[in-house]
């Protein structure tokens, strides 16, 4: 018997935080509608 994958997908928003100029700043990637994340999986992205 195979294994099965469930693979989900979230839109993220890339933009800049603390920017004095559109090329400056820190990253910060925004996921849009992630209220199905766990904690866990919360982390597992920010690491």
Same mark, same amino acid.
């Given at each position: 018997?195979?294994?099965?994958?469930?693979?989900?997908?979230?839109? @993220? $928003?890339?933009?800049?935080?603390?920017?004095a100029a559109p090329?400056?700043?820190?990253?910060?990637? @925004? $996921?849009?509608?992630?209220?199905?994340?766990?904690?866990?999986?919360?982390?597992?992205?920010?690491?």
């Open positions: 018997m195979a294994d099965t994958v469930t693979l989900k997908t979230f839109s @993220v $928003v890339h933009t800049s935080v603390f920017a090329e400056g700043g820190n990253p910060c990637p @925004v $996921v849009l509608d992630a209220d199905a994340l766990t904690n866990g999986q919360m982390q597992a992205i920010a690491a």
